[in-house]
């Protein structure tokens, strides 16, 4: 496969590549017929040697980045008619590659689903829009080769229109799949303020048409008004209603607002949104798992009942933090942020006395060790 002559006018045959290219394309198309992809948790058992290949995705996902990435930079070398001649040969050659590396992640992507604990929005997009940048990656392979064989400079910039598009689309798709991984504030949360709200509201509006409505709590409808005292008869004086005395200032100091507010709410459940949303959320839920509300904390995984009120020693989620973290079971897992010895015996407190969802800062008694880290907490710090 080479040019026969420098003149990109001259056409030429490509036999090798297109080979190449329409196995690549018939094997992609095979690979999502025998694994489709998959928006719901799956109800079949699946193969450990399916769930093996699935797991090389977060490696094979840079292939593609990083080739798509080195042709960007190529093809606007390409632009002109003597930088094609320089370069046209080996820009095809990386545009097969990352196609080629693209068909490979997105078939590996679609296998881990199978795992299971991938759902809502994020997911949704991330494996839509992967799947559209890569056929759209695969035609831009094809135009790219039908340009270079019949030595049309025009089709080129066809071809770089599907490109450039199906590398942004690729682009966002890794976007959504970064939050599932990392937390949908990990791209946005050290942002200036003019690329933040930009990025939150083409969250917003994107994630919109694939996720369902939340359900909106009716408005608690307020208690009618007394009725106003009759007047009294002649000669009475009025007795004046009691007048509201405030409230009595909360124990320990602290000001009405922070007594006012929930333990879970306020206290736990950031430790929670730190170091174990990132797998245990909507979108991932590991092990069938959620984490990010109290209602799903309760609920528990695949593996039963999550957390026992008043009984830490029972509850899975402290079994696995106590784990030495150089055991597979142990939470978080090995290269993740892991908890403090704070954290740890805040939750722990939290499961002993009921793991409830209604105790007041006021009425809580926290470990004296774990004041600094509550205090934290109350203010918003992490």
Request: glycine share 10%.
């Amino acid at each position: 496969m080479s040019y026969s002559s420098n003149d990109f006018g001259t056409p030429k045959s490509y036999a090798g590549t297109w080979v190449a290219t329409l196995l690549l394309i018939v094997g992609f198309v095979i690979g999502l017929l025998v694994f489709p992809p998959l928006y719901e948790k799956p109800t079949e058992d699946v193969a450990g040697s399916v769930l093996f290949v699935g797991r090389f995705h977060p490696v094979l996902l840079h292939l593609p980045v990083g080739a798509l990435m080195v042709l960007c930079m190529m093809e606007l070398v390409c632009l002109t008619r003597k930088g094609e001649e320089a370069m046209g040969l080996g820009a095809l050659f990386i545009l097969w590659i990352g196609a080629a590396g693209s068909v490979l992640a997105v078939l590996a992507g679609i296998m881990l689903s199978r795992e299971g604990g991938y759902e809502g929005g994020n997911f949704t997009l991330h494996q839509t829009l992967a799947l559209v940048g890569t056929a759209g990656v695969l035609l831009a392979l094809v135009i790219r080769l039908l340009a270079m064989g019949q030595g049309n400079f025009d089709l080129l910039h066809a071809y770089r229109a599907v490109f450039f598009l199906s590398f942004g689309i690729m682009g966002l798709g890794a976007h959504f799949g970064g939050n599932m991984s990392h937390g949908s504030k990990f791209l946005t949360l050290h942002a200036p303020e003019p690329i933040k709200s930009q990025i939150v509201g083409m969250e917003t509006w994107m994630l919109s048409f694939v996720e369902k409505p939340k359900p909106v709590k009716p408005a608690a409808v307020p208690d009618p008004a007394p009725a106003p005292l009759p007047n009294p008869p002649p000669g009475e004086v009025p007795v004046s209603e009691p007048v509201a005395q405030p409230p009595a200032k909360p124990l320990g100091g602290l000001s009405p607002a922070v007594a006012e507010k929930l333990v879970f709410h306020d206290v736990i459940l950031p430790i929670l949104a730190a170091k174990c949303n990132n797998c245990h959320n909507e979108d991932k839920s590991k092990g069938d798992l959620r984490l990010d509300t109290f209602e799903m904390a309760m609920q528990g995984g695949e593996n039963g009942s999550n957390i026992v009120p008043g009984k830490p020693a029972e509850s899975l989620t402290i079994q696995r933090i106590d784990l030495p973290e150089d055991d597979d079971d142990h939470m978080p897992p090995t290269g993740k942020d892991q908890l403090t010895a704070e954290e740890t015996t805040l939750l722990r407190w939290w499961v002993q006395q009921g793991a409830s969802n209604t105790l007041k800062v006021s009425e809580a008694q926290f470990p004296a060790e774990t004041q600094v880290t509550v205090d934290g907490l109350l203010k918003g710090q992490p």
